[in-house]
């Protein structure tokens, strides 16, 4: 089993900051990785597939970069509907496997 | 546009099945995608449970696989999941998904909580 090791685990930005989370795999997993934001009491939302591919309907300051083992997720200018917590999971190999989540607040 | 709605029991008892049923709206189930169940216990991360094609293609969580089915019906657009023998460390929010082969969750359903309690 891939295992995705997400940091911080807390991140905490003032609004119009930009914001920087990591993601780790245990091995590699090509650009098989997405990300997803969610927010208390949704579900998860997929922002970003293929490691960088923004999906439809996402807004431009999200983007995401890396391959292999390494990933980031980066939002350039923090809105108040950011604050969130952020997974990031790999489809390269089953079972499929999440990170445990950053949490993005307000500082 | 898909869409997904989860549906089901919200109290199992110990030792017993757990059943939803997701049903899949804006698509035919007998397309593309695979469909997939996650879960996420109160206040933690997300598991992937398992996912079905629907030719009967299955994969499943090693760590849940002796207790999982997954299963399909074309007829009705629906797909399930069938959790048995569960436990406390079972009560979860269930999301169905959708996905294709190697790809992300595209598609979500708005999730339903499970609570294992006598």
């Excluded at chain 2, 899949?24 to 593309?32: M, R």
């Excluded at chain 2, 294709?100 to 339903?112: A, I, L, R, V």
Aim: hydrophobic fraction near 30%; charged fraction near 10%; include cysteine.
């Amino acid at each position: 089993e891939i295992v995705m090791t997400q940091s911080p685990v807390t991140l905490s930005v003032s609004p119009g900051e930009r914001a920087t989370l990591s993601c780790r795999a245990s091995q590699s997993v090509s650009s098989h990785l997405a990300w997803y934001q969610q927010k208390p009491g949704q579900a998860p939302r997929l922002l970003i597939y293929d490691a960088s591919t923004g999906a439809t309907g996402i807004p431009a300051r999200f983007s995401g970069s890396g391959s292999g083992t390494e990933f980031t997720l980066t939002i350039s200018s923090l809105q108040s509907e950011d604050f969130a917590v952020y997974y990031c999971q790999q489809y390269s190999n089953w079972p499929y496997t999440f990170g445990q989540g950053t949490k993005l607040e307000i500082k | 546009q898909v869409q997904l709605q989860e549906s089901g029991p919200g109290l199992v008892k110990p030792s017993e099945a757990l059943s939803l049923t997701c049903a899949v709206s804006g698509y035919s189930i007998n397309n593309g995608y695979y469909w997939g169940w996650i879960r996420q216990p109160p206040g933690k991360g997300l598991e992937w449970i398992g996912s079905m094609y629907h030719s009967g293609s299955t994969h499943y969580n090693p760590s849940l696989k002796s207790r999982v089915t997954i299963s399909v019906d074309t007829s009705k657009n629906h797909f399930s999941l069938k959790l048995s023998s569960v436990t406390a460390a079972d009560t979860a929010m269930y999301y169905c998904a959708a996905h294709y082969y190697g790809s992300s969750f595209d598609y979500w359903g708005q999730g339903t909580l499970v609570t294992v309690s006598s």
